[in-house]
Nanobody, 111 residues
Framework: QVQLVESGGGLVQPGGSLRLSCAAS????????MSWFRQAPGKEREFVAR???????NYADSVKGRFTISRDNAKNTVYLQMNSLKPEDTAVYYC?????WGQGTQVTVSS
């Protein structure tokens, strides 16, 4: 049974940082690309970042240079380090594997 469990969200001031984690189970984590998406209120879910099994990375233009995706295959965990956060980064952040999603973690950027 596949499980994706996100954590690390919260309230942060503009310019601040957060690190999200997604603990995966139920599949051979090291073999697969993992992705982060986000959904802001009233908007569609959008791609944020992905990391391949070979640790190649891709980012949405809106987060490039501020967010870093990484993975720890020993812990079956993918991370999203978010720096220089802006109010427009406020959203529920979801971890994704193939067509599976976690429950999401809320990130709110506000003063």
């Amino acid at each position: 049974q596949v499980q994706l469990v996100e954590s690390g969200g919260g309230l942060v001031q503009p310019g601040g940082s957060l690190r999200l984690s997604c603990a995966a189970s139920g599949f051979t984590f090291s073999l697969y690309t993992m992705s982060w998406f986000r959904q802001a209120p009233g908007k569609e879910r959008e791609f944020v970042a992905r990391i391949t099994s070979a640790r190649g990375t891709n980012y949405a233009d809106s987060v490039k240079g501020r967010f870093t995706i990484s993975r720890d295959n020993a812990k079956n965990t993918v991370y999203l380090q978010m720096n220089s956060l802006k109010p427009e980064d406020t959203a529920v952040y979801y971890c994704s594997w193939l067509n599976k999603w976690g429950q999401g973690t809320q990130v709110t950027v506000s003063s």
